[in-house]
């Protein structure tokens, strides 16, 4: 961690302030809000985790995966920093207005704030599958808006450690420049009830790095955080994937880190630091990560070179997941996926 710190003060583009120690929050009573600035936020953010297939799922569970206590203190003795919670908020809400938010299920989400205070965790709250959205943008903007006004209502007074991260990898109908006239008409919603919060945005694209190139942020705006993912090349990183057609014919694929291998990562990771430069905004990877399929010392490779790559240049990073296809850690075993942990946090 201290050789981190060291590249996060030296490297930063900017100026994130090395110190990785966590806003610490107690679930009761909650600490009054005080705002951190953006790029500090982004660096204290540090090394995270996806709690992936859970409550991004159409029910808990239904994916297989559902959150325990145990799995905070895990994280926490893993040596993260940040849980990234993607959270299917239009699964929970009626599909009519007033577009109300299912009371158990904001309970739910109360209870992973709570969790992830208790050990000092920061964690980001998303909107994820959001597909009907995706398809017919204009038909669901007031409920997405809605949506959102109720979320930020009712998390106002948690700490500063809890972010929000307005959408999950906008794509098909909700194109670049769709998406970022809706960032912006939904950011101004939360900001009447968190004007300071720092706020998660990524571009469209599937939040790709092409997608970045095309974020536009308001600029009068200064707690904003741009966040990218990153599978490339995605043969190796989805072969085998079910959801993905013609993976099968990828199975074998292998990442032997060669020359070519690294300049290609370090390439697409050049345009992220120059357009957080162009745009003086911090910028955090949300998500990377190999499905199982992939043989394991590649995976190992891949996760290392990119998290100690994206590290380099002063940004923070979460790994998807944390127990389900691509997970470091084996929830049947009840141990870490030790070659991938290491990979993470050496």
């Avoid at 739910?108 to 009907?132: F, K, P, S």
């Avoid at 993976?247 to 370090?266: A, H, K, Y």
Wanted: hydrophobic share 40%.
């Amino acid at each position: 961690m201290k050789t981190l710190c060291a590249i996060l003060s030296v490297l930063s583009v900017l100026g994130t302030a090395c110190n990785l120690a966590v806003t610490t929050g107690t679930p009761s009573p909650i600490p009054t809000f005080a705002p951190i600035g953006a790029a500090e936020q982004a660096g204290q953010l540090g090394r995270g985790v996806n709690f992936g297939n859970a409550l991004e799922a159409p029910t808990e569970g239904e994916w297989g995966m559902r959150l325990e206590e145990r799995f905070f203190d895990l994280v926490k003795e893993g040596g993260f920093n940040t849980i990234r919670l993607p959270t299917r908020w239009s699964a929970h809400a009626l599909p009519d207005a007033p577009y109300t938010i299912d009371a158990a299920f904001f309970e739910r989400v109360d209870w992973a704030l709570e969790n992830a205070a208790r050990r000092g965790l920061n964690i980001v709250v998303n909107m994820h599958h959001y597909d009907e959205l995706m398809a017919q943008p204009d038909a669901h903007r007031a409920r997405f808006s809605v949506l959102w006004r109720q979320i930020a209502e009712r998390y106002k007074d948690q700490p500063a450690s809890v972010l929000f991260e307005l959408m999950n990898e906008p794509h098909d109908s909700l194109t670049p420049g769709a998406w970022n006239a809706l960032a912006a008409e939904t950011l101004a919603v939360v900001r009447e009830s968190n004007p300071t919060r720092n706020v998660v945005i990524g571009g469209g694209e599937w939040n790709s790095v092409s997608g970045l190139m095309q974020l536009k942020l308001p600029a009068e705006d200064h707690h904003l955080i741009a966040t990218f993912h990153y599978y490339a090349p995605f043969q190796f990183t989805h072969q085998g994937a079910e959801w993905v057609n013609g993976s099968q014919s990828w199975l074998g694929t292998e990442w032997q880190g060669s020359s070519n291998d690294r300049v290609s990562i370090d390439f697409d990771f050049d345009k992220v630091e120059q357009w957080a430069r162009d745009n003086a905004r911090p910028v955090w990877l949300g998500e990377f990560g190999a499905y199982a399929k992939a043989d394991l010392e590649s995976r190992a490779r891949w996760t290392e070179f990119v998290a100690r790559d994206i590290e380099q240049r002063g940004m923070s990073w979460a790994y998807w997941e944390f127990g389900a296809g691509f997970g470091v850690y084996d929830r049947e075993q009840k141990r870490w996926n030790d070659a991938l942990l290491k990979a993470l946090v050496p």
